[in-house]
């Protein structure tokens, strides 16, 4: 079940830079912050950066929330989207993976236990 555009994700070559940057942006300190992910709450949605990256080479990619990654990955595979990334957990217990749709648009999902819906109520 997709809930709803939750995080665009930023690859970054800098992380620590990057943080300081979009904390200054966003006039706000991250809500996770941890060497293999920065993530910040703007206005309901979340806005990540990750260190693995190439910036501008493949540009953000949107993913949409969900809580059930794996059954979500199986249940697009089944409507005809083409597997892009594994699914995998990249720490803290989030899980994301991307599938192209049938014009080869990048479409990610995102379970993540530390995003709360109920505080954007």
Same mark, same amino acid.
């Given at each position: ?12 070559t800098d992380?620590a830079?990057?943080?300081a ?7 706000t300190a991250?809500?996770?912050?941890? $060497?293999?992910?920065?993530?910040y709450? #703007? %206005? =309901? ?5 990750v260190?693995?990256?190439?910036? *501008? ?21 089944e409507l005809?989207a083409? $597997?892009?990334t594994?699914?995998s957990? #990249? %720490? =803290? ?5 991307t599938?192209?749709d049938?014009? *080869?648009?990048v ?11 109920a505080?954007l109520?």
């Amino acid at each position: 079940m997709i809930q709803g555009l939750r995080t665009v994700i930023y690859p970054v070559t800098d992380l620590a830079q990057a943080t300081a940057w979009y904390s200054k942006v966003l006039e706000t300190a991250p809500y996770f912050n941890e $060497p293999f992910y920065v993530g910040y709450a #703007v %206005g =309901g949605f979340e806005l990540g950066l990750v260190p693995d990256g190439t910036p *501008g080479a493949s540009g953000a990619i949107a993913y949409w929330g969900t809580p059930d990654a794996a059954g979500e990955l199986a249940r697009l595979t089944e409507l005809g989207a083409v $597997p892009d990334t594994p699914l995998s957990d #990249v %720490g =803290g217990g989030i899980q994301v993976a991307t599938v192209r749709d049938p014009d *080869g648009n990048v479409f990610g999902i995102i379970e993540n236990p530390h995003f709360d819906l109920a505080k954007l109520a």
